[in-house]
């Protein structure tokens, strides 16, 4: 059975000796409410800390003919309302000229602005949450990138959200973190000691973040092995006449 808000605190509680609820999501008990809130804690840690793979979502955004591409919250929406916590980087392309998007800084931005000439390819900015292009693209290019979201609880339909509201719901951060960033947060609320829990919570949070994604392969001699085009030998087994 996939762990859930009510699982996860149930074993929580089995495991500190805790009286185990039956619900948790509406539960009013002073001791449910703190583990709970602390659960939520540490899972709005964990999902700042690195560019996890669940939560990572792709928006296409078709330009407008204007520098102002729109509220990035409005964007990405689709994943949830204020979800949004940054790009990940050089994943922006204009698929229909098919060329990169790259970032500019403010003060190239600032440059930018004041002079004629204009970058010979767009560039974006986020300023005050809104999506800005130089220069101004024509209407009706699609322009892909992925982002990360700051939302790690999902309902049972799998539509991820801010906070929990039922006990169905369900994680996107991996359950161990979750599990050792609870046990030490509730210790240190408690006034006992936490520090071997910390740095089990710290060493496993390193490791996942270390093989969340497949690692691309750098070659020092800069010369990448590919496949090419051509007739195919096999190393041995030959069929011969």
């Known amino acids: 059975m996939a762990q859930n808000l009510l699982t996860e605190v149930q074993d929580f509680c089995e495991r500190q000796k805790v009286p ?79 060329l990169p998007v790259y970032t500019i800084n403010p003060s190239e931005w600032q440059r ?12 974006y900015r986020i300023v005050r949450h809104r999506l800005l292009l130089t220069p101004t693209p024509p209407a009706g290019h699609s322009l892909a990138f992925e982002w990360l979201s700051k939302w790690w609880i999902q309902d049972i339909a799998g539509t991820i959200k801010e906070r929990f509201t039922a006990d169905t719901d369900s994680f996107l951060v991996e359950r161990e973190l979750l599990k050792l960033g609870l046990a030490w947060r509730w210790r240190k609320a408690k006034g006992l000691d936490y520090t071997e829990e910390y740095e089990e919570y710290e060493q496993r949070l390193l490791e996942t973040l270390a093989s969340d994604q497949p690692r691309e392969t750098i070659y020092m001699d800069n010369e990448e092995p590919r496949v090419k085009p051509g007739v195919f030998v096999p190393d041995y087994s030959w069929n011969l006449p």
């Open 20 to 98: 185990i609820p039956s619900v948790v999501a509406t539960n009013t008990d002073p001791q449910i409410v703190q583990i709970r809130a602390i659960l939520y804690e540490a899972g709005n840690s964990i999902a700042i800390r690195g560019e996890w793979s669940r939560l990572t979502f792709e928006e296409v955004h078709t330009t407008l003919a204007q520098e102002d591409q729109g509220s990035i919250y409005d964007l990405t929406a689709t994943g949830g309302a204020t979800a949004f916590l940054k790009i990940k980087r050089e994943t922006i392309w204009d698929r229909t000229d098919r």
């Open 112 to 123: 930018v602005k004041a002079t004629i000439a204009a970058m010979p390819r767009y560039r």
